[in-house]
């Protein structure tokens, strides 16, 4: 799998490289574009690649639609091939990474517990499995800058509609959600990749920070003051529930208040009050974004909550628990693991993405309403 992936890798950058993906200039360039001596940006004298007129004619119905085209070609096919090709590669290397980073565990390593030996163990010999579960969580760092290009693109218009909405705080955001992912892929290479419900801090760095971007990405929307203090709130509950979790999870109990002890055992159980929090969170983004993009915004929290929180729950019940051994690890981890990552949190951010950069704005909406 790492050879295939490599091999393809390879192939499509060099293919790049001689410029096999170079979309042809006449199908993106402008032509006939027409312009006064007036009108001529004077300080490119000669060079100026563009022809003149002696009148005062405007731009040519052929130069516009040479202009929009150009436009709407958001990013060159070769770039594309080349975010691919990376992520392929990306995702090859860390997955062969991975499994050298498990060989002096599997022979015989004596700092590797029996936990680590069975998860490195079950990520070898699951190599098809394992390689999707690492592409999963590659897909986000190409999603989240695309969704920002859209933002980038597009914010300034929805801003001129809604005056609340502000695309450097929505960039914020995603830029948050983006390092709060890249934690959980260190949390994950921790463990091998099987999945274990625990307090590890990489794990409170995934929550803190997504939590945070959560929290931006509302007040991109429309800010405010109140809302922003619940979220400091969530944020101050995952800040004490998860050093007081560790605590039990290392038998620290001396530092664990008694009347806490018992219901931070399960961290299943736990974490519940840590959704909770996420839910109200993404409720404030669905209730602030329906505003701009209407009933489509609930498309977005029941995939990035109902059908993400689904899973986790399914997930839970095939975490890993202390007295499993080798044989009672299950397959099912991985697939339930990819569907709440894949069909939950990517999907909801992929759609908003598609809201975005379909933006119509209401001038124009009011306009086809006026004609039909």
């Not at 300080?43 to 100026?48: Q, R, T």
């Not at 992912?181 to 409170?204: I, K, P």
Request: charged share 15%.
């Amino acid at each position: 799998m790492y050879i295939l992936g490599t091999k393809l890798a390879a192939v499509l950058a060099s293919s790049v490289a001689v410029g096999a993906f170079t979309a042809p200039s006449s199908s993106v360039g402008i032509h006939n574009r027409v312009f006064s001596p007036s009108r001529q940006p004077k300080h490119l004298g000669h060079f100026y690649p563009l022809q003149l007129s002696t009148n005062d004619n405007s731009i040519t119905t052929e130069s516009k639609d040479a202009i929009s085209l150009r436009q709407e070609a958001e990013v060159p096919i070769n770039v594309r091939v080349l975010v691919v090709s990376a992520l392929l590669g990306f995702t090859s290397v860390v997955h062969k990474l991975q499994m050298y980073l498990n060989t002096p565990c599997l022979n015989g390593s004596e700092v590797c517990t029996v936990q680590h030996h069975d998860f490195a163990q079950f990520f070898n010999e699951h190599e098809i499995a394992s390689f999707l579960l690492v592409l999963t969580h590659s897909i986000p760092f190409a999603l989240l800058p695309w969704v920002s290009k859209q933002v980038s693109k597009n914010g300034r218009m929805i801003q001129k509609d809604f005056e609340e909405f502000n695309p450097f705080i929505m960039q914020m955001a995603m830029t948050c959600i983006g390092f709060g992912l890249s934690l959980e892929v260190g949390w994950h290479v921790a463990d091998s990749w099987y999945y274990d419900n625990n307090f590890h801090v990489l794990n409170f760095g995934f929550y803190f920070f997504l939590i945070s971007g959560f929290a931006l990405w509302a007040d991109g929307f429309k800010n405010t003051a109140f809302m922003d203090l619940v979220f400091g709130g969530i944020l101050l509950a995952a800040s004490i529930l998860y050093p007081f979790g560790n605590a039990v999870g290392v038998g620290a109990m001396e530092e664990v208040p008694t009347f806490l002890r018992g219901f931070l055992a399960d961290p299943g159980v736990a974490k519940i009050p840590l959704y909770v929090g996420m839910s109200a969170t993404f409720t404030s983004i669905t209730l602030r974004g329906r505003e701009i993009f209407g009933n489509k915004m609930f498309i977005v929290a029941f995939l990035s909550i109902v059908v993400n929180l689904f899973f986790i729950f399914i997930l839970s019940n095939y975490a890993f628990q202390p007295d499993q051994g080798y044989e009672d690890l299950s397959i099912m981890n991985y697939v339930y693991h990819i569907c709440h990552d894949f069909l939950g949190t990517e999907a909801g951010v992929f759609y908003f993405g598609l809201l975005i950069k379909n933006y119509v704005p209401l001038a124009e909406r009011l306009e086809e309403e006026s004609a039909i």
